[in-house]
């Protein structure tokens, strides 16, 4: 979950069986009342790294962003199946 962070802000990346997340929060709420006017500011940034399974395809991960839920796909190989030989006695 990364409410409040504009997909833009968002960078993700896959190299030698780790996946990395990137952000930024970058927020600037202004109020004004009547009697008073006040300004808040949030900001800062994070990065998480995930170790991941030998058996990934890196190459086909995905990544969707909407209302600031952030879903990644990682699809593992198949198994290699085993291979059954006949032995001819002869």
């Known amino acids: ?9 968002i960078s993700l990346e896959v190299k030698d069986n780790t996946l990395t997340v990137r952000g930024e929060k970058k927020l600037e709420k202004d109020v004004k009342e009547e009697s008073y006017h ?10 998480r790294a995930f170790t991941l399974p ?7 991960v995905k990544a969707k962003f909407k209302d ?4 990644i796909v990682l699809p593992k190989a198949e198994k290699a199946k085993p291979k059954q030989i006949k032995v001819e006695i002869g």
């Open 1 to 9: 979950e990364l409410p409040g962070i504009p997909k833009e802000n």
């Open 38 to 47: 006040r300004m808040e500011r949030t900001y800062g940034s994070f990065m």
């Open 54 to 60: 030998s058996n990934m395809q890196q190459e086909k």
């Open 68 to 71: 600031g839920i952030l879903e």
